[in-house]
């Protein structure tokens, strides 16, 4: 973890400033990086640095036996069941040969700047909240654009990521474990609030934008992605079956997905010989196991329309709120904070409804 890092989290369980104690440290200068050490508020509430991560879930209390640690615990038992199903997701990716969700780093990048229609030159030096970071390539492939990315997941996929990008030299991606729902972020300090494919996964997905919105600065960018409905047959049996299968257990779940991809595997295989298929579809193994983790075992796994997450932003008074990506699975929508709008402001709105188009499994 970087020092500078202090500048963007704050403690989880009652939002004061956090110092670093007992640190481990290698590298000097920009590049000191605290790999392991303490993260304490002024109440007295402390969170372990582990191989270089600032762990700042409610379960990563350092606690005793307390009431309020008590309290503080219960209120990870939503992120518990998100990290338990996302964290085998991640095990599946390979850094070095898998795509996500079909794109290269190269393609996401550019695509990044066309969601949050923002300019390479308009990046620089900003910081961009990657709220949900999954594998965590994406993270560093934003941070290459000139800005300082922090990249928060609840699974430990955020380890594996630490390493391979946050140790290089000059590195500008900072991987936080955290929970969005109880989140460490400084209100108002990040420039641009990113959160691609992740909200609609915790139980009340207008709830989780107002929980991490509380991070972004006056004037900032929010970018959310989120699944709407499809038409079609194909559509609406996944659904059938996904709505059984993710009220298993998990290894009952991840055993499904195992057999399931057989079959996926060799329709692609025949998709590929009589060229019906994009370069792009043509998956890996372990890459065709991601996908349809995600699509069966997540928990939560919502649907939303254009119509309902515009309306949430004009509840915060968005300006140039379009949808800025629409694909197959779902769409992204862009928009700015007021400039003249405190962080304490924005946020005492309250969450909406879900509306009708949801779907949960659980
Ligand atoms: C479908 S993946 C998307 C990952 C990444 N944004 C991407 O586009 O590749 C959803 C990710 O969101 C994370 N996530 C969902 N709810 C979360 C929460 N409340 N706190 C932290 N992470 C969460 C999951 O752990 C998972 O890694």
Redesign the pocket.
């Known amino acids: 973890m970087k020092m500078r890092v202090l500048d963007w989290i704050v403690c989880p369980v009652d939002g004061s400033p956090l110092r670093v104690e007992n640190a481990v440290t290698t590298g000097e200068g920009d590049d000191l990086d605290v790999v392991s050490g303490l993260l304490v508020c002024d109440q007295g509430h402390a969170f372990p640095i582990r191989d270089g991560v600032p762990r700042l879930r409610p379960d990563d209390l350092l606690a005793d036996d307390s009431d309020e640690a008590a309290e503080i615990h219960r209120r990870a038992a939503?992120?518990k069941t998100?990290?338990a199903s996302?964290g085998r997701?991640?095990d599946h990716f390979d850094h070095d040969t898998s795509r996500?969700?079909h794109e290269t780093v190269e393609d996401r990048q550019k695509l990044f700047m066309q969601e949050v229609a923002l300019t390479q030159e308009q990046l620089r030096g900003k910081v961009v909240l990657?709220a949900?970071?999954?594998?965590g390539s994406?993270s560093n492939g934003i941070s290459q654009l000139g800005c300082e990315v922090l990249g928060?997941?609840?699974?430990d996929?955020v380890t594996e990521a630490h390493k391979r990008y946050s140790t290089k030299p000059g590195s500008r991606v900072h991987y936080i474990q955290?929970?969005?729902?109880n989140p460490p972020f400084k209100p108002a300090s990040v420039d641009v609030m990113y959160?691609?494919?992740?909200l609609h996964?915790?139980p009340d997905t207008k709830a989780?934008l107002d929980s991490v919105l509380k991070s972004l600065k006056p004037g900032g960018t929010c970018y959310i992605w989120v699944y709407h409905m499809e038409p079609g047959l194909k559509f609406k049996l996944q659904l059938m079956l996904r709505s059984v299968v993710s009220r298993w257990p998990a290894p009952l779940k991840h055993t499904f997905v195992r057999v399931w991809s057989v079959q996926s595997m060799i329709r692609q295989h025949i998709r590929t010989l009589l060229n019906l298929n994009d370069e792009k579809d043509r998956l890996t193994w372990s890459e065709r196991i991601v996908d349809l983790m995600?699509i069966y075992t997540p928990r939560y796994r919502f649907m939303h329309t254009q119509e309902e997450v515009k309306g949430w932003y004009a509840e915060y008074d968005m300006a140039d709120v379009v949808t800025s990506e629409v694909r197959d699975w779902g769409f992204g929508v862009v928009g700015r904070l007021p400039t003249g709008l405190g962080s304490s402001e924005h946020n005492t709105h309250n969450s909406s409804e879900q509306v009708l188009t949801q779907e949960a499994s659980g």
């Open positions: 939503e992120g998100i990290a996302f997701e991640w996500t969700w990657d949900g970071s999954g594998n994406h928060a997941d609840v699974t996929a955290a929970d969005l729902m959160s691609s494919g992740v996964h915790n989780a995600d």
